[in-house]
């Protein structure tokens, strides 16, 4: 019986012997799968765990979120009102008139083109062909000729030689801002577009970028005419283009243009020289001849109207009121025109108001003859 049971035992030794490998691989197997499993539970609840954390974590950016549009909505809101406010707050001290300042627009003003300032420039009226007498008109001005060609200088310079227009010379670009840096009273430069060492261009550009000779008025003297060399001109800041050869006609039309010292609307309350022109056919000779004999006629008129009232020689005194109305209304002298008028009838009506009336014709009209002789001189 003992011996039965090794031999079964040592039976089963054999068999386990015999199948040791495939064993192995078996136990091998199922501690595999039994690792597979145990990680795959890890793995499960890890993701799981993770998908919570996501959740949690999209919850709170969704919170963040509203919290930061809540946020943008009130600053928006803020910010309307306070630009609300800046605009009640100027359209207040615009309208309370305490002062004038940009409000803003400098800025905006800094990115404007400055390079060409504004000028004043009168309307010139109709004329007929201009000659040299007529240029007497604009006696006293002062003009810098910017030209390298000596005969074109010559021509201008012959041209306005008894003007009573004083013209300085530059013989070229450098010369010019080397002039005006000594001496910048100049009305108009008459700037030659090409010119040795530094053209007309470049000295322009230089001219308008100083503020302290945007009182001058720069003329392109050339002989291009293109509409894209013109616009070159005008974005260097020449303000006015004269072709050559010069022409008499448009030379005199840039200077009354551009005078300021014969702008009867600025420096004249007596007298409209233009209405003067005007009434006179645009003819400035006989306008002048007409000015020069109501100073020898009428200056003393308030002297012998004085001493024919004294004489009690009314008709006298009615018939020199009478040609001063006609003669002032022609001149362009309105003030003195209402005022001859205004005496003239009381002197008619034996008015008490004759002394105040005739103090005030006798103010005019010496006033209106002091602008006469400014003028004509």
Do not use: W
């Amino acid at each position: 019986m003992i011996e039965n049971y090794f031999i079964k035992k040592r039976g089963n030794m054999d068999f386990l012997l015999k199948y040791q490998t495939e064993l192995l691989a078996i136990i091998a197997i199922m501690l595999i799968i039994f690792i597979y499993l145990l990680i795959r539970k890890k793995s499960v609840k890890t993701s799981s765990e993770n998908s919570k954390i996501q959740e949690d974590n999209k919850e709170q950016k969704l919170q963040q979120k509203g919290i930061e549009q809540e946020e943008t909505t009130e600053a928006i809101e803020d910010n309307t009102e306070d630009e609300e406010n800046i605009q009640n707050t100027l359209l207040e001290t615009s309208l309370e008139g305490e002062e004038e300042g940009d409000f803003g627009i400098e800025d905006t003003e800094k990115n404007k083109d400055h390079s060409k300032p504004s000028f004043s420039k009168r309307d010139v009226p109709p004329h007929n062909k201009i000659n040299k007498e007529d240029f007497k008109e604009f006696a006293g001005e002062r003009i810098l000729l910017a030209e390298d060609n000596i005969i074109n200088q010559k021509v201008i310079m012959g041209l306005l030689a008894e003007s009573g227009i004083e013209i300085v010379v530059a013989d070229d670009g450098v010369e010019c801002l080397e002039i005006l840096k000594k001496d910048s009273d100049f009305t108009i430069i008459l700037m030659d577009a090409h010119m040795p060492r530094k053209d007309g261009f470049e000295a322009t550009r230089e001219i308008r970028a100083n503020p302290a000779y945007n009182h001058i008025v720069v003329v392109a003297l050339s002989g291009d005419t293109a509409a894209d060399d013109i616009r070159k001109m005008s974005e260097a800041g020449m303000s006015e283009h004269l072709e050559k050869p010069l022409k008499m006609d448009a030379l005199y039309d840039i200077l009354y243009a551009y005078s300021g010292k014969n702008n009867s609307g600025t420096n004249y309350t007596e007298i409209d020289i233009e209405e003067g022109i005007e009434i006179s056919g645009y003819d400035s000779d006989f306008y002048h001849e007409i000015l020069n004999e109501f100073l020898n006629t009428y200056e003393n008129a308030p002297q012998q109207i004085a001493e024919s009232v004294k004489e009690k020689n009314f008709q006298s005194a009615d018939k020199l009121l009478l040609d001063i109305i006609g003669v002032s209304a022609n001149i362009g002298a309105t003030k003195l025109t209402q005022s001859a008028m205004n005496l003239k009838s009381a002197l008619k009506e034996k008015s008490e108001d004759i002394g105040k009336l005739f103090t005030k014709f006798r103010e005019d009209l010496q006033n209106l003859t002091k602008e006469i002789k400014e003028y004509l001189s």
